[in-house]
């Protein structure tokens, strides 16, 4: 039986705007209140998701969040029309005006952890969404995020839908970002990496002390158990305190794994070599390739500031891994050296491809944090839903789909507008039925 890696990604919504939501995210901070463009972000998203599949990759299209959620600003007492809602939450607190409007729901690496069925204890693909409770923007999402995966992974008996973690910073959860999974190949049983910020109910372990840590060990060990997990089969490890302090929100911002490679800098965990111990120790004895980047090489800052682990490490067709890389790498002068050196080193990874998603970028995402990555035998991925995967005809009726509804210029004085509402609504209404997806959004129901 053939297995194979497929990401969905998230496309952008119509909404993209910089708010400077995400406090330990220094792109997201630093790039607050510039001027947006919706249109470019989601085509720079779409455009990636179409050379993927061109490489012969396995590609998805996961859903936008309906935004603003007015809902959410009726329940904080901003009361009357759809006009007068949005012009009390402008006039009398414009940060949750901002946060009802965010389309932070396009990192998908945050919308869910996926266990495969070669690990799991009954065979299936299990989801489960985060939370996202550290944040408020994005605490709003796990509801449609759970109706979007069972919109797109429907057929019960192959995919298993959890509901999401209880709501409470002790088991905050901020799902993909923070686990990836080591294998020999994508059918056989794996290692699953679940990488926490602190302890949710011990305040005497490291944590860190100027940004928050957004992943609980709690949290972990529960997505772990509704996975059908094993004590051989995961791993447990802290993130460093103080990369997190440094503006390392997650783990995917430095490090990435793919297969039988664990490509990471050396400040990304704390205790370091007893986690690498005990992942080769459960590996076994396969060839397991662990690429550290040293200080010297990649400085902590260089790393974060271009997203040289915020990158996709994917097994193409032929067998050679090839890194997914935004363009801040290929413009940092120290990043473009070391990846241009490792190419050139034995190890599996064999090129680097760069790409544009700068509309991301600036607000605090990249590659990796625009997919989700579902590991499926051909018969799992001939039970997705096939509206949601890339095709030639997808992508033009995709980009046509943004070239009509989608504006190129967004300030923080339009979220007060009501006709953006009307025409995210449009836009939504028309893209469930491009991706088949049912009456998905509250507006709809």
Known sequence: MNHLEANFDGLVGPTHNYAGLSFGNVASQSNAAAISNPKAAALQGLAKMKALHDMGMTQG??????????????????DG??????????????????????????WTANAATVSPSADSADGKVHFTPANLVNKFHRS???????????ATFADADRFVHHQHLPEHDQFGDEGAANHTRLCRDYGTPGLQLFVY?????????????????????????????????????TVYIQQNPDVIDQGVFHNDVIAVGNQNVLFYHEEAFLNTDAALAEIQAKFGDSPLHFIKVSTEQVGLQDAVKSYLFNTQ?????????????PSECQENPAVFAY???????STPIRQVRYFDVKQSMQNGGGPACLRLR??????????????????ESK???????????????????????????????????????????????????
């Open 61 to 78: 299209v996961l859903a936008p969040q309906q935004r603003p959620d007015l809902d959410v600003l009726r329940r904080l007492g901003f």
């Open 81 to 106: 029309n759809d006009a007068q809602v949005l012009d009390k939450a402008y006039r009398q607190a414009p940060p949750i005006l901002r946060a009802a409007y965010s389309a932070s729901s396009m």
């Open 140 to 150: 709003i999402e796990p509801e449609v995020t759970g109706r979007i995966l069972k």
């Open 197 to 233: 910020g602190r302890y949710g109910f011990d305040a005497s372990k490291p944590a860190p002390k100027r940004y928050p840590a957004r992943q609980t060990r709690e949290a972990s060990e529960a997505v772990a158990r509704l996975h059908q997990l094993g004590e051989h089969n």
């Open 313 to 325: 490490i994917l097994t193409l067709p032929n067998g050679e891994m090839t890194i997914i890389a």
């Open 339 to 345: 990846l241009n050196d490792l190419v050139k080193q």
């Open 374 to 391: 579902v590991a499926l035998s051909e018969q799992e991925k001939a039970a997705v839903n096939p509206a949601t995967l890339m095709s």
């Open 395 to 445: 992508y033009a009726e995709l980009t046509g789909w943004v070239e009509k509804h989608y504006r190129d210029r967004l300030t923080a004085e339009d979220l007060r507008d009501p006709q953006l509402v009307v025409e995210s609504h449009q836009a939504l209404d028309d893209l469930t039925r491009i991706l088949n997806l049912g009456n998905l959004y509250p507006f709809q129901r």
